[in-house]
């Protein structure tokens, strides 16, 4: 089992740029309308690029892996609950119950799943096809519903050309389906672009705890306190259920799932709510609290699944 440093070693970088972000914004020194225009930034620019170029790298067989039929259920569970809850107990909108299903069931896989795995683990690898599932399956469906709102069948057929991070990950998955590698020069820009991505919608992410919420009270506490229960005890335990239940994994393959199923809710639920405009406050505050949370779950887990 690791000890308790390394483990929190990865998740200083999320804390140290959200406060950056939150002390800019109480500086005023970005002005009033950074928030809007870094998460504009990310979503258009810096995501696109980064998804681009890790899925023309990635092949695309990685996805056919056994250990993935737990991690995808724990995420269809975990995304289902988050959606009804949204929907029976708390009245949202279409829009807002894709964000309920994607606080619940989508994992901070890259920038905070890379260093929890090769600090638990010794192995970062099943890092590349849980980022293919949930970019070539679940941001599609989650980008899709987002979108429903601009009516007509014009707008439904266009929407990978009108959504960057759509039309990124299609190009990038037939890059990499027909191993055509793009030049050094689109290698290296996309590199510079991408690598803006995580630590700006950090900082954007950090921006807008300045703002007050647009929900007060109780409820908007038990909404977000639904959603991290879904993402941290829901979504790993079904993980474990069938991994070790149904498809009996070795231990090693059985604490990777687990651990993976166990990350807190990745960032691009705030980027994509703040581009749409539907439920900003709640997916900041389902990030947030989430990762805060996770920092208990994750060690559970390598504690109780982790070699003696």
């Excluded at 799943?113 to 096809?129: K, N, R, Y």
């Amino acid at each position: 089992m690791p000890s308790p440093h390394p483990l929190l070693s990865g998740f200083a970088p999320i804390w140290a740029l959200t406060g950056v972000g939150y002390l800019l914004g109480r500086g005023g020194l970005l002005g009033e309308q950074a928030e809007q225009a870094l998460n504009r930034f990310v979503f258009h620019a810096a995501m696109p690029a980064a998804l681009f170029l890790m899925i023309a790298r990635t092949p695309l067989d990685r996805f056919a892996n056994p250990s993935m039929a737990a991690f995808v259920a724990g995420t269809v569970v975990a995304g289902g609950l988050g959606l009804l809850v949204s929907h029976r107990l708390f009245g949202r909108a279409v829009p807002e119950r894709a964000l309920g299903a994607m606080a619940a069931g989508y994992v901070n896989s890259a920038n905070l799943g890379i260093p929890v795995a090769t600090q638990v683990l010794g192995d970062a690898s099943f890092v590349g096809p849980v980022v293919l599932f949930q970019i070539l399956v679940v941001t599609p469906a989650v980008l899709t519903v987002l979108d429903s709102g601009r009516a007509g069948l014009r707008a439904a057929l266009t929407l990978p050309l009108r959504n960057p991070i759509l039309l990124a990950v299609g190009l990038g998955a037939a890059l990499s389906a027909t191993g055509w590698r793009p030049p050094a020069e689109l290698n290296r820009s996309c590199e510079l672009l991408g690598g803006a991505a995580v630590p700006t919608a950090l900082v954007a992410l950090g921006l807008s705890l300045c703002h007050p919420p647009a929900v007060t009270g109780a409820s908007r506490y038990l909404e977000v306190g639904a959603a991290v229960a879904l993402k941290t005890l829901v979504q790993p335990l079904t993980a474990w259920a069938v991994g070790a239940l149904v498809l009996d994994l070795p231990p090693h393959q059985l604490l990777t799932v687990v651990l993976f199923s166990a990350l807190p809710t990745a960032q691009n639920a705030f980027t994509y709510a703040r581009e749409y405009g539907h439920g900003a406050a709640f997916a900041r505050d389902a990030v947030l609290a989430s990762t805060l949370v996770s920092m208990a779950t994750l060690s559970l887990v390598a504690w109780a699944l982790g070699p003696a």
